[in-house]
């Protein structure tokens, strides 16, 4: 598993974007079509309301997403801190959210994705889950963030000591399993893990599950996948580190 930084970090946004789905060729705009779907469907209400205006506003190439997001963690790692000047697009928070990023991370305390990429409130849509695990109402929020919010980059964001890859880890070596709630997660993560070599490190295993959980959002969201094959949405994965405060992208 490759764990090194890209010059080029657009690249990374068409590695996912190859498989393109059946039917994916449209003369309509792939992402309006998704606001319009989600506008009429089961996420109808005030906030989807606000959410498809906010859309219509949205800016960014996938590229300049990612790019923000990398000047963002250069400055949070350097303690250059400006959240301040990057206020949120939508000027009056009540009037919907035009956040131009998702990211998929874990719930350690010591990982917050606004303080990681130097955000404001109102930037980044956050699903956090112990292991950065792709479960079903993350799945579900990440959809809505790419159709409905108009996301133009999705991150899946692991750390180094992510605890739940070390248990996982150790669940894989002795059999044992958890307790039944927490083997939810050793579930989600065990096939990242098993694929790798033996003898690989837990920062192997770190960056594995981060690019694991990134191709699983591609294979099983048809709805993220269309966006991806018209590149309204890129898909990227990355390794946060704990002491250096610097995101490592990964090749997913
Ligand atoms: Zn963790």
Redesign the pocket.
């Known amino acids: 598993m490759n764990c090194e930084s890209l010059a080029d970090s657009g690249s990374v946004f068409f590695i996912l974007s190859d498989r393109q789905p059946e039917g994916s060729l449209m003369s309509l705009s792939r992402r309006n079509f998704m606001i319009a779907a989600a506008s009429t469907a089961a996420l109808a209400g005030a906030s989807v309301a606000g959410a498809t205006s906010a859309n219509a506003a949205a800016s960014v190439t996938p590229a300049q997403a990612l790019r923000r997001l990398e000047r963002g963690n250069t400055r949070s790692a350097n303690g250059n801190l400006k959240a301040k000047n990057y206020s949120p697009l939508a000027s009056t928070p009540a009037k919907g959210q035009k956040p131009f990023a998702a990211i998929l991370t874990?719930a350690?305390s010591r990982t917050d994705p606004d303080f990681m990429f130097d955000m404001a409130p109102g930037n980044l849509f956050v699903v956090r889950n112990?292991?950065n695990c792709l479960e079903s109402v993350g799945l579900g929020s990440l959809e809505f963030a790419a159709a409905a919010l108009g996301v133009s980059v999705i991150a899946v964001i692991g750390?180094t000591e992510?605890?739940?890859v070390i248990a996982t880890e150790g669940s894989l070596k002795t059999g044992e399993m958890p307790g039944p709630h927490l083997d939810s997660f050793v579930d989600l993560i065990s096939p990242a893990v098993e694929a790798l070599p033996a003898g690989h490190s837990t920062q192997d295993a770190i960056a594995a599950n981060a690019s694991y959980q990134a191709r699983q959002i591609q294979s099983r969201s048809s709805t993220i996948a269309n966006l991806t094959a018209t590149g309204d949405v890129g898909i990227v994965s990355g390794v946060y580190g704990l002491a250096s405060g610097r995101v490592t992208w990964l090749q997913t």
Do not use: E, P, S
């Open positions: 874990c350690d112990a292991g750390h992510c605890g739940a």
